[in-house]
Structures are given as C-alpha cells and as structure tokens.
C-alpha cells in the first residue's frame, strides 16, 4: 500500500501563488508516475498536471499551462505543485495520485492511489 498525503492549501487572493506538497510512503517502490488532479463543487475530478518518475517528461491542462509547475523530489518521497497566477476558477479540492506505470497519465483511471486532498480557494 502506498499513502499520500497533500498539503499547503488555503485561501489566497486571486494573482497570487501557492505550493502544494504530496508526501508518500508505505510501499514507495510502487510510486512511478504521479499527478495532480482538482475537484471544484458541483464539478468531476479533473486533471492538471503529471510528471514521469524521473522528472524529464510533464504533462499539463491547458487550463494551468504557463501557471503551475510540477515537480518531484525522489530521493525524499516528495511531489510538488507550484501555482502562479492563481484565478477564482482555480478553487478546488487538489490531489495528488500515483501509479505503477512510467507514463505520466491525464486520465484519472489510470493511478491507482490517491491522497485526501487539499483545499485551494482563490478569492477575488
């Protein structure tokens, strides 16, 4: 079993930053691709960003492409998500997810663990 557990989230006004972070452990050998993914009310999970294990290939939404920035620090289990720019239309539970596969992955069907989440709320 792996766990992941996200934080760093909170209130901020719009046009400002926040950096969420994703700490796994347990079985961190199964921990290859990782990602992150937002929920807002009313809405699905949607994706935002993934990163290979290495860190060399990342993929994004179009939606934070330019604002966010995904990174990783293997050697301390760590993810990280950097969001600049922040808009209301960013407010949203995030989490963080992982799979066994290598392939940074869009599609939410594909991890196969998941953190509790962490709430961002972007104020105007």
């Known amino acids: 079993q792996v766990q992941l557990v996200e934080s760093g989230g909170g209130l901020v006004q719009a046009g400002g930053s926040l950096r969420l972070s994703c700490a796994a452990s347990g079985r961190t050998s199964s921990v290859n691709a990782m990602g992150w993914f937002r929920q807002a009310p009313g809405k699905e999970r949607e994706f935002v960003a993934s990163i290979r294990r290495s860190g060399e290939i990342t993929v994004y939404a179009p939606s934070v492409k330019g604002r966010f920035t995904i990174s990783r620090d293997n050697a301390k289990n760590m993810m990280y998500l950097q969001m600049n720019s922040l808009k209301t239309e960013d407010t949203a539970v995030y989490y963080c997810?992982?799979?066994?596969?290598?392939?940074?992955?869009?599609?939410?069907?594909?991890?196969?663990?998941w953190g509790q989440g962490t709430q961002v709320t972007v104020s105007s």
């Open positions: 997810a992982s799979r066994a596969s290598a392939a940074p992955s869009d599609n939410r069907e594909h991890y196969d663990y």
